[in-house]
């Protein structure tokens, strides 16, 4: 078990227990390597708002928003990267048609965030009030409303896993 597990299945059962915001099968918890160098913790949320991910395009109306589904992306990273800092991250991507993303967008969230505050700002995605990111703006959300919610109730423990794991596994 990797010490996010918890953290990630708090997650999806929160967003389980809301309609439209069902998590599909395609869920899952790693600890990567960056460039073949450094390790990371990571977790992959695949939601599919549309009702259409597992149809083809044909079949799938004109205008209909998340076609292939959104993905909710959670990273731990040790620091050691040269461009990436230290610590938790969401973010956000549309999937496309050959099961790759759209540029991960920043999810204006704490890295730690409750379940219950990636539940609302999956919405505001899903709605498009939170508007995706780019490349040329390294990832920034298209977003003026701040921070959304709170932090986990067990971050500092989940921190100190995390902090366990890089000692010992990474």
């Avoid at 915001?21 to 599919?48: F, H, K, M, N």
Wanted: aromatic fraction near 10%; charged fraction near 25%; charge should be negative.
């Amino acid at each position: 078990m990797l010490p996010h597990d918890p953290y990630i299945n708090a997650v999806y059962d929160a967003l389980t227990a809301v309609d439209g915001l069902e998590p599909t099968d395609q869920t899952w918890t790693s600890d990567d390597e960056t460039r073949g160098t450094y390790y990371y913790l990571d977790a992959v949320i695949t939601l599919d708002p549309s009702g259409t991910r597992n149809l083809d395009d044909d079949e799938i109306p004109a205008g209909t928003p998340w076609r292939h589904g959104l993905i909710l992306i959670w990273e731990w990273h040790t620091g050691l990267e040269d461009d990436i800092e230290r610590g938790p991250v969401w973010q956000f991507a549309e999937l496309k048609r050959d099961g790759s993303n759209e540029y991960p967008t920043s999810l204006p969230v704490y890295g730690f965030a409750s379940p219950a505050a990636i539940v609302e700002a999956a919405r505001k995605v899903i709605s498009r009030e939170i508007g995706a990111g780019h490349s040329h703006n390294l990832g920034r959300a298209k977003w003026a409303g701040g921070i959304i919610g709170d932090s986990w109730e067990h971050a500092d423990e989940l921190e100190a896993a995390c902090a366990a794991w890089e000692k010992t596994g990474a």
